[in-house]
């Protein structure tokens, strides 16, 4: 018994020392919705404390946080959809949940950078986040997205382009 | 890659993990506690259950739909002796019955003969007698006599 709470004690300081990563990976599946973020990480959070996602230790602690960062805002924007669905057959408010959450307050040159990316491809922005944001290599990447990485390589360098195109090339300031 | 295009990718990765890290800084400043994420209290927004009301009725709308469409034929197929095979083989008997309207175009007259092999003696097709008047007659004088003019 002692254990296990020793065993969660250790789970919630490693997490505590990745949570602010966790949280710009969360906005980053999120769309920068920060209140959507604050909800996928504390049940992401809860997942691995509870014990229904467990680490195995396959792959490092920080890679297999952000999977299930991913999945779980993945899931949760599934059944918003459903939950819209079902609200707009009953003839009610299909935005159930859309809530004009407050941005995060952003530098123009940020802000620029976010919309930028807002516009990329999910898989892309994912890939940029993690490798450009989170420092990490694209095989890591990879693992977190759940894809190959050819597949990762991929997004990476077609989002690198459309990124510099979008956010243009005469201007070395982004 | 030549020295100079490499050159310029690297630049070119050198701005974008400046403002990756500009945008980290902020965000990072923006994160809320982790205790707070973990033990705070969510209003029912997406995370809360669905709303009964509105899925209950969008669900009795579907099975009212349903069942007006498949209510007919599933009565068929479920019926009392509960044979569900009844309707296959009453779909089938329908079919076999089933006779086109212009069949009776590819009945050749001496069809009939060959339906069974006659007695001796008897005749097959009916002899009809010649008509000794029909010798002599111009395709005109077969045609009908709307007027009544002929005698």
Redesign the interface.
């Known amino acids: 018994m002692e254990t296990r709470s020793q065993a969660r004690n250790e789970l919630?300081t490693e997490?505590?020392r990745h949570?602010?990563a966790s949280?710009?990976w969360a906005?980053s599946c999120c769309q920068g919705d920060?209140?959507?973020a604050?909800?996928v990480?504390?049940?992401a959070?809860?997942k691995l404390?509870d014990g229904r996602a467990r680490f195995e230790g396959r792959s490092s602690l920080r890679t297999f946080l952000f999977g299930v960062i991913r999945r779980t805002a993945q899931e949760?924007r599934r059944?918003?959809r459903l939950?819209r669905a079902?609200?707009w057959?009953?003839g009610?408010d299909s935005r159930?949940?859309e809530?004009p959450s407050q941005a995060?307050?952003?530098?123009v040159?940020?802000a620029r950078?976010?919309t930028a990316l807002g516009r990329l491809s999910s898989r892309q922005r994912q890939v940029?986040?993690l490798v450009?944001?989170q420092d990490m290599t694209i095989e890591e990447a990879a693992t977190v997205m759940g894809t190959s990485v050819g597949t990762a390589r991929t997004h990476y360098e077609r989002g690198?382009k459309r990124?510099?195109t979008m956010?243009g090339p005469d201007e070395?300031?982004? | 890659m030549v020295k100079g295009e490499r050159g310029n990718a690297m630049d070119e990765e050198g701005q974008l993990r400046q403002a990756f890290e500009r945008l980290r800084e902020e965000e990072r400043r923006a994160a809320p506690s982790f205790d707070h994420v973990v033990n705070r209290r969510r209003p029912d927004r997406l995370t809360g259950r669905p709303r009964i009301g509105a899925l209950g009725f969008a669900a009795a709308v579907a099975l009212v739909l349903l069942l007006a469409l498949a209510g007919p034929r599933l009565g068929r197929l479920l019926t009392p002796d509960g044979d569900t095979g009844s309707l296959a083989v009453e779909l089938q008997a329908t079919s076999t019955m089933w006779r086109s309207p212009t069949d009776f175009l590819l009945e050749r007259p001496q069809a009939r003969a060959w339906r069974g092999i006659p007695a001796i003696g008897r005749r097959v097709l009916p002899i009809v007698p010649a008509d000794p008047a029909w010798r002599g007659r111009t395709d005109d004088s077969d045609r009908e006599d709307p007027g009544g003019t002929r005698s």
């Not at chain 1, 995060?104 to 530098?107: F, N, V």
């Open positions: 919630e997490l505590t949570h602010q949280f710009g906005l920060e209140a959507e604050a909800d990480l504390q049940d959070y809860l404390l949760r059944k918003r939950r079902a609200a057959a009953a009610g159930i949940g809530d995060i307050l952003r530098s040159e940020s950078v976010a940029l986040h450009f944001y690198k990124l510099r956010l070395p300031r982004w």
